[in-house]
């Protein structure tokens, strides 16, 4: 069993950045695949984006992809989503999430493929 617990979060105007944090404690959280997903007010959860449990496979939702990185660091037991380019649509509450597929080479898409939440992060920006 893994807690996940996201920081990171906070009020920005449109154009900046910020970056969220996922750090894990309970065991060693390097080789689980990792997703961040996002739930807007009034809509459904969406994936953002996901990392490989093994190598550096990453995927983005298209709604991301050239201003969001998801990258972990191994040695501090954390996984990151580096925000750029921030719009008033970007504003959600952010969830990172942990497949129980330890070592797996593949990333995942889909909320129920991830066993363990944090409690979410609030990012708002800012017209």
């Known amino acids: 069993q893994i807690q996940l617990v996201e920081s990171g979060g906070g009020l920005v105007q449109a154009g900046g950045s910020l970056r969220l944090s996922c750090a894990a404690s309970?065991?060693?959280?390097?080789?689980?695949?990792m997703g961040w997903f996002r739930q807007a007010p009034g809509k459904e959860r969406e994936f953002v984006a996901a990392?490989?449990?093994?190598?550096?496979?990453?995927r983005y939702a298209d709604s991301v992809k050239g201003r969001f990185t998801i990258s972990r660091d191994n040695a501090k037991n954390t996984k990151y989503l580096q925000m750029n380019g921030l719009k008033p649509e970007d504003t959600a509450v952010y969830y990172c999430?942990?497949?129980?597929?330890?070592?797996?080479?593949?990333?995942?898409?889909?909320?129920?493929?991830?066993?363990?939440w944090g409690q979410g992060t609030q990012v708002t920006v800012s017209s």
């Open positions: 999430a942990a497949s129980p597929r330890i070592g797996s080479g593949t990333y995942y898409l889909n909320d129920y493929e991830y066993h363990y």
């Open positions: 309970g065991r060693t959280f390097s080789t689980y695949p």
């Open positions: 990392i490989s449990g093994i190598g550096m496979n990453t």
